[in-house]
């Protein structure tokens, strides 16, 4: 048993993740973001009712279930385990699903049930900082409900909840399958968005290479650049496997005349994709780039100074000749000696000079 | 709310691309493009008969569409988003197709309605000043029409009208499939041409890195080119699966005949695309290219500056010594010592010469 | 037959390694760990009683077979090969299986047989010298027990035996087939810890690639992250092709229930799998870094040295000049001659610094 | 209108490829070798009897359509197109065929017609400049007949004409299908007389890499090999598709008998196409290696040179320090100052060069 | 004719490899081993009986043909083709057959016929000189024989052979199909130990490119592991593809119970192609290392160099400064000038030394 101790020290010098080596359906949030209350953003609408409803506990969520109008209920904030339990326990979801809710570095997936079907994903947006922000979203879509988990709140849905509320759209005479497909239209246009940001800086990124004056290094600007591609990439590959499967599900929850949005959605997501993969073509191509735009320039900067050097060494040896201290030297003697010296020494400069530039060197 | 408030300040910053965070389905015109009026270019023809038409009122192209003819109406325009509208409605077009005609970041892609075929590809070519236009085109394919929306006036279709007005070749005897056919079949040997001028640019661009006497800096221009290269690959890469997919789409519209055809299309948007990965391939070596050639000839001035200082350093020592002021010097009191030291200085030179070249160094 | 035993010698050149050579089904313990006893611990429980049990008496283990408990044998040390046949031979253990058992360098696999799973993974961890230690697991599954076999004490199970222990979790209701999976999850929890320890060195040696400042050569530490990652992907690639044949396995010995644990479970792997790739792709990347980091460096120190001799070689020169022996040099007489070239020489140097300056060479 | 003129204007700016922008369908040759004439090399034989004819005159070939003879029309020159029509019609070939036979830059492929099988290939063969020369070669296999059409004369089937003469081999038993198989077994094993062919190249410039002692600049040299890898590479690598077709489709043509001998043929263009690859990769390569080599060439004299800079260096101080001119150095008017300094020169000298061996530097 | 006389001269400068231009199915000998004898080795067993016959004389091989016994005969030598016929008449062997077991660059495969399996696969060896042999064995296993064909005597099978004598093993009481089955297990095997010595190559070369103190060139060495791997690679891999599809043949040969041991060699050739992947990345990996390690060193020398020369340009200046000549140059007349400016140099020596330190240049 000696060794076994032993073992679990190494284990925890391993620093093992946050609610790693739990039982399996153990739901322990995994996320940063902790905060006091959870608070509930109900919408409840058919094409002619609706009505918003914000709360901070989670039994006033159970009376909007009835089956007539669809029900939304957005949940913002994960930390409070209890109220995720209650909530999950009320629609009778899975303990791993309820795991799932509250593992923020879950990736995105789809997990079909007899009642529901469980969606993973990640909302992307860039704080004040410019720091990519990756926020840990669950969906859980039932015949007449969805329920969305994110960490906090914030996020890119409003758009969706104006047109809900001003009857806008296809939206409010749509079951809960339509309300889903919108959820993820809004996560996926938000993708583009980030998108164009991301290439922004890489276009202004490119400019500073090549108009560098400063010298200054690069490096971990690129680097920063490649591990940002790579979370968003993370987010967003995922998800596309996410609709392929949604597009082939065969449930009652969604509809004919849905999948054809759902069709469309497939589009963007491989559109993102894409993207996602050019820019990272091109912040890899970034370092080489950055590498040959360093080199030239060290080699002008070289190449000028080595020929100062190389036009200054024949004249200093020109002049340590007649320093020397020979009994017998006649040039020395000439009266306009030193003057012609200097004429051969500005022949041999301008010699030089002009031999360089018909080189191409200068 | 007040954190909502925040977050959507954030998306803003983001700078959404046009057209997004609306309600799916919604017609809203993205592409630079914007012209005034849309004008519809439009061919009804048999084997018999044939007519052109030229107009600025949509509903003008109504008229055609009686069963024995083929109607072609190119539309040319696609800001003014009302007329594509009134048109959709008109053919009954689905909302989704009818956001994806105005939506010029669309990528290629065929959808397969019951009445119709719904294809969106992109028409490339290069203007006056070399740029690569990518254009947006769109085309409905009905049983006995064809619909094709493009951003601007002019394309590649002059060929297949000439021989449409001539009544020569296969094409005004069959049925709106040959049509279809015959419009991606010019798209796609447009692409042989676009491609063409690529191979011929990355051939200047090879020659000017190898034969270089100015000292230029290409890498901006390779930069370039391999964002030609990629925007033309993400024209041409989806097209390829579009036309697989039409060649296996099991529908009336497209008739047995009418198959070997697309076969043979779907041999060139293959050859197109081998095309397009090795001139990606050579662009990408070039910056290699570039980089060895830099560095060849860097390598080869250094070398020549080196090894003149390196012959100059002993000559000037030697100056040095005789330069000392040592009261008792043998040397410098032989009668011809300063010519021997010339002529020992002269036999290092020639000595140090014969070595570098002997040792190919110069 | 000369020839026969020439090549025989050159074999032994080649020095098999060990077991190589063997009867296929011959059972011989390749690993290191040799220990002299052979350690079982036997745990049985079933919903309502537990037991657990320590012994070196292999046969000890053969009467905990009764069908209503769950046992679970966990066998330490695989080098007394004679208590492994015994084992197997009782558990009816195919000849191949038992080679697998003690061949330490056999890959991740899943064998089915009607009786039996057999599922051999690899354990990860760092000992105390932060060297990574692969070790060599197999599992048998039957309908009501589970063996495992290692190569040493001391493993990542602790907690799972805890759970059991105190009957906390769905493991003490369940079947053989959710032990299993307890096993595999624990497993694979690890090999997340593993991974985070991974990333943690991957970041301090990025962070020391670009604070260096003792100019330390890094090109083995990076090579020894390749060899390392290179033995995680090894362990962590094949079980995940093993986890998804064992969702998709038609046995009696996997309940419906615990299904969805596995299919969690696969999520998890593909999880950890995309870190493992990720991480690679960096290692890798890292001496693309490291090699940018070094010539920006060595660029630097050139640079101030070239510039330091460019601007002393004109000023030698210059006092070159002046130690000239002609009979008529003006400048020597004059009365502050010598200062007013102290003057130019100033002037010169000044110049020189500011000119690099405004060009940003320093 | 004005508009549409402004992009044809463009149009031919990308200068389109011959016979592009024609009707689909239209024969029009696009090759380089234009010969006045066609010739037409007619073999006709049975197990028994064997004629060979030859000539100019397209409709000659018409007679030797009987059903018990095999009849092989090879035609060489496709420049004639009214001769490949009237061939053409008369085999009834679909006019896409026609096409195609003249289209020389068209693809290796296959094409199945209820009455023949139509297929497309490369023949490679270096010319007297070692330049990789490309012919295109179309096939039409029919029941009892073989029409081939090559560009120009001269080709890789004289051992199997030879063969036929002599009724030697399997091949005039067979029917049309064995002389299909032995003409594409005739153009695979030219294959791997051309990868021999080309592996020489590649060795030979190898070993000129690195033994180079002219200082010659190969980048021009490796370019073009691997352009020309490139090329045989869109020879082979699509038959093998062909080849691979042909061994799965069912048709009347093709006998039982001859399958195994067209499962061995594609055994064989696997073989040259993993040939291919293996020396793409190290024409690759070996750019990586020309660069090593010259980067450690030109350290090799840098070293060298730099070297002799820092020996000269210390010494002309020491020269520099004896020629100032203070009135008290008392080591001047040392008897033998002058020897003594010498001596610690030639120290210096010696120390140094021997530091710098020790140092692994010369 | 002409022409085609000059294509043909042009065919032989291409320098066919022997036996290609043959008529398909020829038999005809390609390898370089060869002896004037072909010898057999005939092991005759079954349960209860073993013998062992040797024997020059094809024709003793054919009395061994009795169905209760296994006969397995293993040829030596290829070169008397004469034989090889005899031999494969007598088993009936397809010619196509008999041309590949004398056509020694034919890769692994395997080719099922009714009433026999032909396997192809790669024996590999080191010899004396650590130069790889690829030698060429054919193996046809028939309802109760085994023939196998080698380029030269001494092989892997004799711990095979010394198991079927001393009757050890499952071999002995089994079929033919697990004799096929023991032979490739040897084979793969041996495949474990080439890669050992291969890897030990590795793991000497990288210590040497890390400890190099001679600056040797590696650039050839590692060129030549490059090659050595792609041959093993072209061995090994397409036999994992043999043993894949022998694990999915159908037929009366493979007897239920052998599968197991099919599978468990399936899961070896995994193994050894693992390694070799990892083994061809290492290798490449090489080259990069090998030039950060050149980079390394030459940086090392460089700065060391500069340094000097640094120090040294500004001490030659100021003996420069007082070599001049000038009338009045007050400091040269200060009693102890000349000792006030050593003490102006040392410090300069030792100050930009300290500087040096300081900035970590050193």
Redesign the interface.
């Known amino acids: 048993m000696a060794?076994?101790a032993?073992?679990?020290k190494?284990?925890t010098?391993?620093?093992?993740?946050k609610a790693?080596?739990?039982?399996?359906?153990t739901v322990a949030y995994t996320g940063k973001k902790t905060t006091t209350v959870t608070t509930l953003d109900i919408i409840d609408y058919s094409k002619e009712n609706f009505s918003r409803f914000q709360t901070n506990v989670v039994e006033d969520a159970f009376k909007y279930e009835d089956a007539d109008n669809i029900t939304w209920i957005n949940v913002n904030g994960l930390s409070n385990v209890q109220d995720i339990v209650t909530l999950g326990n009320h629609f009778e979801l899975?303990p791993?699903i309820q795991e799932d809710i509250v593992t923020t570095?879950?990736?995105p997936?789809i997990?079909e049930y007899e009642e529901y079907l469980f969606i993973v994903f990640k909302m992307l947006?860039?704080?004040?900082n410019e720091k990519l922000i990756n926020e840990h979203v669950s969906m859980v879509v039932g015949k007449d409900y969805v329920v969305t988990f994110q960490e906090?709140?914030?996020?890119?849905f409003?758009?969706l909840r104006e047109?809900l509320g001003h009857g806008?759209?296809?939206?409010r005479g749509a079951k809960s399958d339509y309300l889903m497909?919108?959820i993820l239209?809004?996560v996926v246009?938000?993708y583009?968005?980030?998108m164009?940001?991301m290439s922004?800086k890489v276009e202004v990124l490119?400019d500073k290479l090549?108009d560098d004056?400063?010298?200054e290094?690069f490096?971990?600007e690129i680097?920063y650049l490649?591990k940002e591609i790579?979370k968003i990439r993370?987010a967003v590959l995922p998800l596309r496997e996410v609709i392929n499967r949604l597009e082939k599900i065969e449930t009652p929850l969604i509809e004919e005349r849905t999948s054809?949005?759902i069709?469309?959605?497939y589009?963007h997501i491989?559109?993102v994709n894409?993207s996602v993969e050019?820019y990272r073509?091109m912040i890899w191509?970034l370092?080489?780039?950055?590498?040959?735009?360093?080199?030239?320039k060290?080699?002008e900067?070289?190449?000028v100074?080595?020929?100062?050097?190389?036009i200054?060494?024949?004249?200093?040896?020109m002049?340590?000749?007649?320093?020397?201290?020979?009994?017998?030297?006649?040039?020395?003697?000439?009266?306009?000696?030193?003057f012609y010296?200097w004429g051969a020494m500005i022949l041999v400069f301008f010699g030089l000079l002009w031999y360089f530039k018909r080189?191409?060197?200068l």
């Open positions: 060794t076994a032993r073992i679990k190494k284990a010098k391993i620093a093992p993740s790693k080596n739990l039982t399996p359906g899975h791993l570095n879950q990736r997936k997990d947006h860039y704080d004040e906090a709140e914030g996020d890119v409003d758009d047109r806008k759209g296809r939206v497909f919108a239209d809004a246009d938000n583009f968005s980030v164009e940001f922004n490119e090549f004056k400063e010298n290094d490096t971990q680097q490649k790579l993370r054809k949005y069709n469309d959605l589009d491989i559109q894409e050019i073509d191509g370092m080489d780039m950055y590498m040959t735009t360093i080199s030239n060290m080699n900067v070289m190449k100074l080595t020929i100062m050097a190389s200054f060494i024949p004249l200093t040896f002049a340590g000749i007649y320093g020397m201290n020979f009994d017998y030297i006649p040039e020395l003697h000439l009266k306009y000696g030193y010296l080189k191409k060197w």
